[in-house]
């Protein structure tokens, strides 16, 4: 994805980046499991707060090999990681979907908001790609 405001100016591009989740990365250990969570987000003084992100996962090896046993889990946190609390588990593939979750009232007013993606998988064949990620809120 690329963007480009309406000028030509190349301070006003922008450009998005999809996360691509791997599970077989060596440094990764044996557990095949990869993560990544986001810095803490501020809510205080916000309500209705909502999550929306787009994401797809695969296994590269398929077809013509069965799909391997990944598992993509999406959680978040409002104590700064200190508990988890999931939002969906994906088994498999799957194409772009947009997925919004609403993380009210547990993660309203909050200081320390933190989202989730973990892969879980048995190889390199086996991908999470993660776009959009938007944390929402109203102030009172």
Sequence with gaps: HGGKEDNDD????SECKVLDLVAGHKEHGEDHKESLTTPSINTLGYHAITLSYDRKTNDTNAPPKPVGPQTLTVEYSVNNG????????????????????????????????????TLAGQDSSNHAFIDNVVVTGVTP
Excluded: Y
């Design 10 to 13: 190349e301070s006003s591009k």
């Design 82 to 117: 200190g508990s988890w609390t999931t939002l969906e588990t994906v088994s498999g593939e799957s194409p772009w979907t947009t997925k919004t979750f609403s993380l009210s009232p547990s993660a309203d007013n909050k200081p320390n908001v933190k989202i989730r993606f």
